[in-house]
């Protein structure tokens, strides 16, 4: 790797330009600022000052030289410049926000798949030409220093990185906002497959360090567990509370900066590590445990270590119920210290100034623990302290799936969160004896009604509901699209909406075209520049100006030659990855999503199966070729979901060395699915595989990824499919499959798979191959729970049903295909209306209905 040496570009200084590309090349200087404080250095703006940066780091934080450096130093120094950039304007966003003292909202997440930064900073910052340019004078290649760069997989799927899209909105619209989660020391497992089987490795993002956060000793606090309520009476006679906590954790806060988009803020993503509390320990120290104390320690740094790997519940984990409580509580007390560094112990304007959003029910306890500060710490009476928390919670609804609504065994809430559970009991008590009883007064099933809304469900073993809670103590609930917000109403809460109808709204998800588009797609981000104002990326509604040109033979052939060429990368990093050979001229199938049954992987294998056999029959068939590839990632404990892996996988083994069938047909499923493969895999996606049984995927984001990309999306009539089908056109989409009334209807009726088994011949026999050894030679019947699943268990999700839809709705992708043209008219269709699938958009939607806040610049 070289020095730096004097370029074209030495002493030139970057102005505005239309691309970061012309940035880099020409550039007039710009006066330095007079009145800047003397601490603050030169930030690196140009292809020199950014090389001299670059090098500077490589000395100062890593440590090592341009001779020596390895490409992670290469990467750690260059994030290190970028933060130079990044943290003045973290300064600058801070200081503007606490002089305005505005309404900020507080997001509140278990999760935040946040993937890579490096690229999306330099996006954000307009400095990626020059940051590519000032790498490859330096003598590297900018692709593998991004490539150095773990991904930030502190999330499971779609709420995760809703969450992540979230929070690079809220910057770029410059709304003070921030997000509080948890510093997992392990994110989500490393997928590798042994003999086609999963197998999970930690992941350890941090090993190496990370350049990114920046801890902030000045912020811990500590959090009280476990102990006991002892209950007495004050000089005036009433009851007064003290919990005796049991134990107390520290919580460490790490900041990462979140860069919105151009000229606009960067706000902070505050994420909690558990560490012993120095002042606990000490007794037990001094009380001669020396080794006590660091068993202590160990389990207080347990509750930050690993993230839960399942995106449905864990039942009753009392390490989960930590985590849920342990970041709450860090996120309240940071929350309430910022307010009373402006307003003292005067409570009157707390939820003028505060929201706090819900990410799913996994932040619920964050309800009552308000209630305990403001009752049994700031002395508020009952009634003021409830009529304050309704005031300054709302939460979003992610899922319908029975399974998947969180309870807690009231007997693990009683030991970890005594107090909270008192509060629980009484917050339940008022809502059922006051709103409940008075709304439902002459029915003649209250009693039934009340235990249906009881926080608490009654039984052997006793519950604490989450769903419940939350909606009681939330001021809005929200679902992700507009059919799951209006199943949440209908289905899930609808006697919670008889007693609150304006409660409910909905917000449909969305997701930032910059990382989804600007950043993973550069070609074809390029293709638009040149077509559309090049300010899309903050404005996606004008992709719609593409839609005049999606007949122009030009425009086709530019946008499907951009294809093409992803779909060469994407070939590369398949053969790197599984060693399979496929043709970037095929079609182009992509699945990717966690691995559930009701995401109906194994309606998409079946299929699969059933074109092989077609194939097989008929070696010459005139089809196109096609490659279906599949990205997922099964829960460790979920059974089945690791079958249907080990099927894809096996049958993927079978049908890729078959010569017979010409490589009409190949099937991979990529290892470790994460972020940073996914933005390779979308933009060279033809179809988007979005199958899941109408009315069980909430909202779905990967189809609003693929289809922003100019995938085609073969898709139920469900979550956001529906919205995606209304802005393109039922002629730009292929739509098959029951919908959600036909569902229970059918379930009504009493499905039976045997039917749909016995009535097709061809179903019949692809699910029979699962009983022989035609794909696990030697071993039959490997894969049979694949079959029992959708026969003998009862077929809960539904597959056969839909099967013989789903294979027509194929049959017309195989035709629309084959007409180029028309082809390529749909894929530009799909990205010119994709506009209202932006994350923007879906925070304008919480700002204007939720959280009410002001935009407020102070880059
Ligand atoms: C809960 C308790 C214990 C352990 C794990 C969990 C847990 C963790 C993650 C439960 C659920 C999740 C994640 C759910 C999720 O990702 N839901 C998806 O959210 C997306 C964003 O709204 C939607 O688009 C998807 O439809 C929905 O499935």
Redesign the pocket.
């Known amino acids: 790797m070289a020095t730096v040496k004097s370029t074209k570009t030495t002493g030139k200084k970057a102005a505005p330009a239309k691309s970061s590309k012309a940035k880099a090349e020409s550039a007039p200087a710009k006066a330095p600022s007079q009145s800047k404080p003397a601490h603050i250095i030169d930030v690196p703006k140009t292809v020199e000052e950014l090389k001299v940066s670059i090098l500077r780091h490589l000395h100062t934080t890593q440590g090592t030289d341009s001779e020596k450096a390895s490409k992670k130093a290469w990467w750690g120094a260059t994030a290190s410049a970028i933060n130079e950039v990044v943290f003045e304007r973290v300064t600058q966003t801070q200081k503007k926000q606490r002089k305005t003292d505005t309404r900020a909202v507080h997001y509140l997440s278990?999760?935040y798949l946040m993937g890579r930064l490096l690229k999306n900073n330099l996006c954000s910052l307009d400095l990626m030409g020059v940051a590519e340019q000032a790498l490859t004078e330096l003598g590297c290649d900018f692709h593998e220093i991004y490539d150095e760069e773990p991904d930030m997989a502190l999330g499971?799927?779609?709420?995760?990185?809703?969450a992540a899209c979230y929070i690079d909105s809220l910057a770029t619209l410059n709304y003070p906002a921030i997000g509080y989660g948890i510093h997992y020391e392990h994110g989500l497992f490393n997928q590798s497959f042994l003999g086609g089987r999963q197998v999970e490795r930690p992941d350890s993002w941090r090993e190496y360090g990370n350049p990114w956060e920046i801890c902030r000793p000045e912020s811990v606090q500590e959090i009280p567990l476990y102990g006991y309520v002892e209950t007495r009476y004050n000089e005036q006679g009433e009851i007064e509370k003290e919990w005796h906590p049991g134990r107390i954790i520290k919580g460490v806060p790490w900041d990462i900066p979140i860069v919105g988009y151009g000229e606009s803020n960067v706000n902070i993503l505050r994420l909690w590590e558990s560490r012993a509390s120095d002042f606990f320990n000490w007794d037990v120290f001094n009380a001669g445990g020396y080794l006590d104390s660091h068993v202590e320690n160990v389990q207080a740094e347990t509750i930050s270590k690993v993230l839960?790997p399942?995106?449905?519940?864990?039942a009753g984990?009392e390490l989960?119920l930590i985590q849920q409580y342990f970041f709450t509580a860090c996120s309240i007390k940071d929350i309430v210290r910022r307010y009373k560094r402006a307003h003292g112990d005067d409570w009157s304007k707390f939820a003028d100034q505060v929201v706090m959003q819900l990410n799913?029910t996994?932040p619920a306890v964050a309800i009552p623990e308000m209630m305990r500060i403001l009752i049994d710490r700031a002395g508020m009476e009952w009634d003021d302290a409830w009529a304050l928390c309704q005031k300054v919670f709302a939460y979003?609804n992610?899922?319908l799936l029975p399974e998947?609504l969180?309870k807690w065994p009231v007997h693990l809430f009683e030991r970890v969160l005594p107090r909270h559970l008192e509060i629980i009991y009484e917050i339940n008590a008022r809502f059922l004896d006051g709103i409940v009883s008075k709304v439902f007064a002459d029915d003649e099933h209250l009693d039934a009604i009340k235990s249906k809304l009881s926080i608490i469900e009654e039984g052997d073993h006793k519950m604490v509901r989450m769903g419940n809670l939350s909606v009681i103590g939330s001021f809005k609930v929200n679902g992700?699209?507009q059919i799951?917000s209006e199943l949440v109403k209908s289905d899930l809460f609808p006697e919670f909406y008889r007693i609150w109808p304006e409660k409910f709204t909905n917000v449909t998800?969305g997701v930032t075209p910059r990382r989804w588009l600007k950043a993973c797609n550069p070609k074809l981000s390029e293709l638009i520049d040149k077509h559309i104002d090049a300010d899309w990326p903050v404005h996606l509604d004008k992709l719609q100006g593409l839609a005049k040109k999606a007949k122009n033979k030009t425009f086709q052939n530019a946008f499907m030659k951009i294809k093409h060429d992803n779909k060469v990368e994407l070939a590369k990093t398949i053969k790197e990855l599984t060693d399979v050979d496929v043709d970037p001229n095929a079609i182009f199938d992509i699945q990717i999503k966690?691995l559930h049954e009701y995401k109906r992987q194994q309606l998409n294998l079946i299929h699969i199966m059933a074109l092989y056999r077609r194939l097989l029959q008929n070696p010459d068939l005139d089809v196109p070729k096609r490659v279906f590839i599949f990205g997922a990632k099964a829960a460790p404990g979920y059974h089945m979901a690791k079958e249907i892996i080990y099927a894809i996988n096996k049958v993927a083994d079978r049908i890729n060395l078959d010569e017979r069938i010409k490589d009409k047909l190949k099937v991979v499923l990529l290892p470790n699915y994460r972020v940073s493969l996914a933005e390779k895999m979308i933009p060279a996606a033809d179809v988007s595989e979005q199958i899941s049984t109408a009315g069980k995927?909430?909202?779905?984001?990967g189809n609003m990824k693929l289809a922003l990309n100019g995938a085609v999306t073969v898709g139920t009539l469900d979550?956001?499919n529906i919205e995606i089908a209304e802005e393109v056109g039922d002629d730009n989409i292929v739509i098959f499959g029951l919908t959600v009334a036909q569902v229970k209807e059918l379930k009504g009726e009493g499905y039976n798979p045997w039917d749909y088994y016995y009535a097709n011949p061809e179903l019949k026999a692809v699910l029979d191959w699962f009983d022989t050894d035609y794909f696990t030679p030697g071993k039959p019947g490997e894969l049979a729970d694949v079959k029992r699943s959708m026969l003998d268990y009862g077929d809960e999700y539904l597959c056969l049903a839909d099967y013989q839809s789903y294979s027509q709705a194929h049959k017309r992708v195989d035709e629309l295909f084959r007409d180029k043209a028309k082809w390529a008219e749909m894929a530009i269709i799909n990205t010119a209306k994709m506009g209202k699938f932006n994350s923007d958009r879906s925070i304008e939607d919480y700002v204007r209905d939720i959280w009410k806040l002001e935009s407020c610049q102070a880059v």
């Open positions: 278990l999760e499971n799927g779609g709420l995760g990185r809703l839960y399942n995106d449905t519940t864990d984990k989960r799913d996994h979003t992610h899922t998947a969180e992700v699209a799951h998800n966690r995927e909430a909202s779905g984001t979550g956001a």
